[in-house]
């Protein structure tokens, strides 16, 4: 399984599916959290890259509302809307 499809599945199913059974209707995913989380090193372009790329809203389902933060970086969050 490519880094991408990892890192989309691991934010799909530790952030969004849990905020959804919460009830929650928005979550803020932040690029550094997910690295840190997955322990990976040196792998912000493709956290940042699979975050931000068509294939998560189609896959996790979700609306981007908002995006903050440098092109690439440890501080970019997204906000997305659940359905």
Not at 10 to 23: C, E, F, K, S, T
Not at 58 to 82: C, D, H, Y
């Amino acid at each position: 399984m490519l880094l991408a499809d990892q890192i989309r599945n691991y934010v799909l199913n530790q952030i969004i599916i849990p905020a959804r059974v919460d009830g929650n209707r928005f979550v803020v995913v932040r690029s550094g959290n997910v690295h840190k989380a997955m322990r990976l090193n040196n792998r912000i372009p493709a956290v940042c890259g699979a975050i931000g790329s068509y294939k998560f809203l189609e896959q996790a389902n979700v609306k981007l509302i908002s995006r903050k933060g440098p092109n690439q970086g440890m501080t970019v969050e997204w906000v997305f809307e659940l359905h």
